[in-house]
């Protein structure tokens, strides 16, 4: 059984597992992230490293991070809400620990570990995989291979154009799916709904001590799962829109899995189901075709570490 030690780097915390080779955490720990200090943040990630290198034959460590990472995993080009612009993070870590390290974007290694262990594990060549969280992440497998691209920063899901000259995204698009399927906004809708018609919004407001502007996602979620009308529909606008882009990727890549993760996916078939409506609809002229399931993560916060972990197994 050989053992590798994946880090899972975020904006706020830094979660690291001791894995062994059958996608099993073994150990884990974790500390806040100093978000603005890049040397800080890389000196806690090596804390976390040596921690659980600790006493144990660790072969290799790997290191998701949110943020674009250069082809050859080893240098993050750069991480929105972590300070870092070519940030040689393997070579930091590797120096530190003397062990081997890659380097992948956050989405690539939660896509991995669902692939290898989770809701696609049965699968033996291609999974897309659609995180939603405040924004939209994800990851691509084909032939068996994560899709990384020719400079290591494919598979940016939620940048993919959905509403021509739509909503302003982080990214200076207008009209992505981020801004149409994602927690932010799951909230946007619920708010303006509740701000035009209150009465149907009562249990959503009651929780935000009625104000619309103080509504926030689990609030919805916990509104929708009591039948709130308002927090219901927007599950179901998030879930229209998810649905079309995951029928895009079925007509692009014909994957054999299509899964659907991040921290939204918390509120189960308020999310699953118009979803997986949307879906079957924008493929209706499929329906003599075999097509991908649409099925949710099954690694939770575990996915970070468990895909970095793995990979590293690969260097």
């Not at 380097?103 to 262990?117: C, L, S």
């Not at 919805?220 to 229209?240: I, L, W, Y």
Request: charged share 20%; proline share 4%.
């Amino acid at each position: 059984m050989t053992l590798t030690i994946g880090v899972d780097v975020g904006g706020t915390k830094v979660a690291g597992g001791v894995v062994d080779d059958t996608g099993a955490v073994l150990v884990q720990t974790r500390r806040d992230t100093p978000a603005d200090d890049v040397a800080k943040t890389r000196d806690v990630i090596i804390e976390v490293v040596t921690e659980l290198a600790t006493g144990r034959t660790v072969e290799a460590v790997g290191i998701g991070a949110a943020g674009w990472i250069d082809a050859s995993r080893s240098t993050v080009l750069f991480a929105p809400n972590l300070a870092w612009r070519d940030e040689p993070l393997r070579a930091y870590v590797g120096n530190a620990t003397g062990l081997p390290v890659i380097v992948e974007n956050d989405g690539n290694v939660a896509a991995w570990a669902e692939f290898r262990y989770g809701a696609a594990r049965e699968a033996d060549d291609s999974m897309v995989m659609f995180t939603i969280g405040t924004g939209v992440g994800g990851g691509i497998v084909l032939g068996g291979e994560l899709v990384r691209g020719a400079h290591g920063i494919a598979a940016e899901l939620g940048h993919m154009l959905t509403v021509p000259d739509g909503h302003q995204c982080g990214c200076g698009r207008l009209g992505c799916i981020e801004q149409y399927a994602s927690g932010s906004a799951l909230v946007r809708f619920a708010r303006a709904a509740a701000r035009q018609e209150p009465h149907r919004a009562t249990a959503l407001l009651e929780l935000a001590d009625g104000e619309a502007e103080a509504i926030t996602g689990p609030m919805v979620t916990a509104a929708a799962k009591g039948g709130d009308p308002v927090s219901t529909e927007a599950f179901a606008q998030v879930g229209r829109w998810l649905g079309t882009s995951l029928a895009d990727m079925a007509q692009i890549l014909d994957p054999q899995v299509l899964v659907v993760g991040g921290g939204v996916i918390d509120a189960g078939d308020l999310l699953l189901g118009p979803t997986r409506r949307s879906f079957t609809d924008a493929l209706a002229q499929r329906s003599r075709l075999p097509v991908a399931e649409v099925r949710p993560a099954e690694l939770g916060n575990t996915a970070g570490v468990i895909g970095a972990a793995d990979l590293a197994r690969r260097i």
